[in-house]
Nanobody
Framework: VQLQASGGGLVQAGGSLRLSCVAS????????MGWYRQAPGTQRELVAV???????IYPISVKGRFSISRDNAKNTMYLQMNSLKPEDTAVYYCNSEFLGVNYWGKGTQVTVSS
């Protein structure tokens, strides 16, 4: 499974960005998919997860500001990020679980200026 993430960039605090992740397989075959991020000197952390039944999980740090979604016809999942804060600055990675194996895309940099 190949995952191609895009949509990162530089934005001012309070702004919005939408990340996209295109998968090389149909999303119907993916049990769980999500977004993670990693800031310099920190561990990679969960940002949002969507299960195959459509249920979602968000950590408190982004709940109410970030939203994960998917377009099955385009084999693409999205991360809509609103009310961005400088502490959201990180490299964002998309992830999928396919047949019990975790796959990672190359990251996309998100930088939020104060």
């Amino acid at each position: 499974v190949q995952l191609q993430a895009s949509g990162g960039g530089l934005v001012q605090a309070g702004g919005s960005l939408r990340l996209s992740c295109v998968a090389s397989v149909t999303l119907f075959s993916i049990r769980r998919m999500g977004w993670y991020r990693q800031a310099p000197g920190t561990q990679r952390e969960l940002v949002a997860v969507m299960n195959s039944d459509g249920s979602t999980i968000y950590p408190i740090s982004v709940k109410g500001r970030f939203s994960i979604s998917r377009d099955n016809a385009k084999n693409t999942m999205y991360l809509q990020m609103n009310s961005l804060k400088p502490e959201d600055t990180a490299v964002y990675y998309c992830n999928s679980e396919f047949l019990g194996v975790n796959y990672w895309g190359k990251g996309t940099q998100v930088t939020v200026s104060s």
